[in-house]
């Protein structure tokens, strides 16, 4: 019946017995959630999934490939869920966890574990136990000190459709092409890389939330590291206490034509593994200083570029500017 912070290989949950729905409106208290965004539930065994939803033999292709790990498929509810877990809506989303401290902790608890990011709604993902116990500490019974998570961004999420094709609700660390690679297709859902337009009813109740914004305001710049500089020179409005999310090998370029800008190293163009490790860590160092805007390039649409194009979108309320 408690609220248990744990860690994984994308982000820090914040875990409930799944079954329990007291439990699991505590878990929408503990994070200031809407109660109509749904939890995803965490298992130790991708077989317990018939515990608690209708599976299919698309779940199972994608099972034997990607389970454990961080892939989080939606399939048909039981009900074992209470409809407060998930949201209620008649699906469920089902994940299987790779990090070995989350698939002991679930087996422990002899049941599924609901649990979204152990952040407070709307605020970057924890991706450290010092993030986790800064959002956390206070409003939980324990909180499970796992060291860095080793991805940094959430889970892939994938609904079945009918037809057995699959449609990408949340891009992550398990691609499109990924999923591709078993024979199985993948739609992208629009929202993924679109604003949602005001009438549109959001597939994953999660996308029509602003998300992963830090303090400061982001902009996401879309050119290279001279267009991103004259930009700044030329036609920021602010010209103090500026932030930038810079490639590693541009950060030195920029340091040198800009004064009085903060460079954060944000792993080298095209390093899209390191960018994901660090990127709400990074959001969040921005958040012990005032700053008046942040900067940081637009990532590429593809492979696990789109799950950082997701996130940084949404970190930037889409204040995206082409150059
Ligand atoms: P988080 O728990 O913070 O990683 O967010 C979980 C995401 O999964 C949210 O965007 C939810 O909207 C989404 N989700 C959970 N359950 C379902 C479901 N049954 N159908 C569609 N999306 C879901
Ligand atoms: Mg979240």
Do not use: W
């Amino acid at each position: 019946g408690g609220l248990v912070v744990f860690p994984t290989e994308t982000v820090y949950g914040l875990g409930a017995d799944a079954t329990n729905p007291e439990a699991t409106s505590n878990i929408y208290k503990a994070k200031g959630r809407p109660s109509d965004n749904p939890l995803i539930i965490h298992i130790s065994d991708p077989k317990d999934a018939e515990e608690y939803s209708f599976t299919n033999s698309t779940y199972y292709s994608l099972a034997e490939r990607f389970m454990p790990g961080p892939l989080t498929v939606i399939l048909p509810s039981k009900d074992t869920v209470p409809l407060t877990t998930r949201g209620g809506l008649d699906t469920v989303a089902i994940r299987c966890p790779e990090n070995p401290i989350a698939k002991e902790f679930i087996k422990l608890c002899n049941v599924a574990i609901a649990a979204p990011s152990a952040n407070i709604s709307g605020s970057p993902s924890p991706t450290s136990f010092e993030y986790a116990y800064a959002d956390m500490n206070g409003r939980v019974d324990a909180i499970i000190d796992g060291g860095d998570c080793d991805f940094g961004l959430e889970s892939t999420i994938v609904k079945v459709n009918d037809d057995g094709s699959l449609t990408m609700l949340r891009p992550g660390k398990i691609t499109k092409e990924d999923i591709e690679s078993i024979g199985l297709k993948v739609i992208i859902a629009d929202a993924v890389i679109d604003t949602l337009k005001d009438d549109e009813k959001a597939i994953s109740p999660g996308m029509k939330y602003k998300h992963y914004a830090p303090i400061a305001p982001v902009v996401l710049l879309d050119g290279t590291k001279e267009q991103i500089v004259n930009y700044i020179r030329e036609n920021s409005s602010v010209k103090t206490n500026i932030a930038i999310l810079a490639y590693k090998e541009e950060s030195e370029y920029i340091k040198r034509l800009i004064n009085d800008i903060d460079v954060y190293e944000f792993g080298t163009r095209g390093d899209e593994t390191t960018q994901a490790h660090l990127l709400f860590k990074l959001l969040r160092d921005t958040d012990k200083k005032n700053y008046s805007v942040i900067y940081a390039p637009l990532p590429q649409k593809s492979g696990i570029g789109l799950a950082l194009y997701n996130r940084m979108i949404r970190a930037a309320a889409h204040n995206i500017i082409r150059l």
